[in-house]
């Protein structure tokens, strides 16, 4: 088993979104470990927030079993551009989808480009989100509560909506969550109101995409190294992120990245409506 790092980590702060290139230790999203073996092959995905953290592993393991990809994200072009090298090195085909997800319109612009591009979308990754730490109920505006749901559960609604007229029997939605959908980070409150809606809402639109043929499934991880973290928490929280955890530190992205690979291939053709844990054994019940 290869050996991750154990905090502490150096103190350290990014602005939103964050870069993964100037985070230390380096988050490994698998660019020189992931092996594929065929699994999705022929695919097409579409993944949001996949210029970074993981997005980025989910899009370099979809490559390597085979998938082509679209990789939306905010405005991080050095990041995504990154992992669109990964992807074509995999000899999969690619396309960059910059731009804000609380617009309703690039909600939209995003299915209907990975369409123009690719004919169909069989796997769709929702995965971006925004979160900020507030110490104080009183800190938090009006404006950065609607925000954080816009950009986390509303344009879920909206990307779905649009992408589902474009997937065919046997497709998969994947639905990021967090281990704070049921076990809220009281200075994270609005992030983790969202954690909880998204739970809910796949549990929901997996009994309404059954009779279609379409897999709905979230995933909730624990603490993983991500621009994330260190664009919104502060650095004594980063430098110690994760060490509560039964395993001792945060998961890196590439330890996330296999169970969206087992949910979106054809060999989880019955899973569906479930939320999977990668908590490092902090317990999901
Ligand atoms: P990350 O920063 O690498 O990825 C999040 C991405 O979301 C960013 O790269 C950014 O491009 C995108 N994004 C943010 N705001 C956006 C906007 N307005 N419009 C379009 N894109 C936007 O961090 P990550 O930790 O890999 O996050 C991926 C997912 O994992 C998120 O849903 C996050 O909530 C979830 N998650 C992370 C952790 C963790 O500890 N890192 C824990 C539980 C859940
Ligand atoms: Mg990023």
């Given at each position: 088993m290869p050996s991750y790092p154990r905090p502490p980590f150096p103190p350290q702060q990014?602005?939103?979104?964050?870069s993964q290139r100037a985070m230390d230790p380096y988050p490994d999203s698998g660019e020189e470990s992931y092996r594929g073996s065929g699994r999705l092959s022929g695919k097409v995905?579409?993944?949001?927030?996949?210029?970074?953290?993981?997005?980025?592993?989910?899009?370099?393991?979809?490559?390597?079993?085979?998938?082509?990809?679209?990789?939306?994200?905010?405005?991080?072009?050095?990041?995504?551009?990154?992992?669109?090298?990964?992807?074509?090195?995999?000899?999969?085909?690619?396309?960059?989808?910059?731009?804000?997800?609380?617009?309703?319109?690039?909600?939209?612009?995003?299915?209907?480009?990975?369409?123009?591009?690719?004919g169909r979308i069989n796997v769709l990754v929702n995965n971006a989100a925004y979160q900020m730490t507030h110490h104080y109920l009183a800190d938090i505006s009006d404006d950065e509560w609607v925000r954080t749901f816009d950009i986390n559960i509303t344009a879920m609604f909206r990307i779905c909506q649009a992408a589902v007229p474009h997937m065919s029997a046997g497709?998969?939605?994947?639905?990021?969550?967090?281990?704070n959908s049921d076990a809220p980070k009281p200075t994270l409150l609005a992030y983790a109101a969202t954690k909880g809606a998204i739970a809910n809402f796949t549990a929901g639109?997996?009994?309404?995409?059954?009779?279609?043929g379409i897999?709905?499934?979230?995933?909730?991880?624990?603490?993983?190294?991500?621009?994330?973290?260190?664009?919104?928490?502060?650095?004594?929280?980063?430098s110690h992120?994760?060490?509560?955890?039964?395993?001792?530190?945060?998961?890196?992205?590439v330890e996330v990245a296999p169970i969206y690979v087992l949910l979106a291939s054809d060999e989880s053709s019955y899973v569906s409506g479930s939320r999977f844990g990668v908590t490092g054994g902090k317990p999901i019940l």
């Amino acid at each position: 088993m290869p050996s991750y790092p154990r905090p502490p980590f150096p103190p350290q702060q990014q602005s939103v979104p964050g870069s993964q290139r100037a985070m230390d230790p380096y988050p490994d999203s698998g660019e020189e470990s992931y092996r594929g073996s065929g699994r999705l092959s022929g695919k097409v995905a579409l993944i949001t927030g996949a210029d970074s953290g993981i997005g980025r592993a989910v899009a370099i393991a979809f490559a390597r079993e085979g998938a082509d990809v679209a990789l939306a994200y905010l405005d991080e072009h050095e990041d995504a551009r990154e992992t669109a090298r990964w992807v074509e090195q995999a000899g999969r085909q690619c396309v960059l989808l910059p731009g804000d997800l609380a617009e309703k319109q690039h909600c939209l612009d995003i299915v209907s480009k990975t369409v123009e591009q690719f004919g169909r979308i069989n796997v769709l990754v929702n995965n971006a989100a925004y979160q900020m730490t507030h110490h104080y109920l009183a800190d938090i505006s009006d404006d950065e509560w609607v925000r954080t749901f816009d950009i986390n559960i509303t344009a879920m609604f909206r990307i779905c909506q649009a992408a589902v007229p474009h997937m065919s029997a046997g497709s998969s939605i994947i639905n990021t969550s967090s281990i704070n959908s049921d076990a809220p980070k009281p200075t994270l409150l609005a992030y983790a109101a969202t954690k909880g809606a998204i739970a809910n809402f796949t549990a929901g639109l997996a009994q309404l995409l059954g009779e279609k043929g379409i897999r709905v499934n979230s995933v909730a991880p624990g603490p993983i190294w991500t621009p994330l973290i260190v664009s919104t928490m502060p650095p004594d929280e980063v430098s110690h992120f994760g060490e509560q955890t039964p395993l001792g530190r945060p998961g890196q992205p590439v330890e996330v990245a296999p169970i969206y690979v087992l949910l979106a291939s054809d060999e989880s053709s019955y899973v569906s409506g479930s939320r999977f844990g990668v908590t490092g054994g902090k317990p999901i019940l």
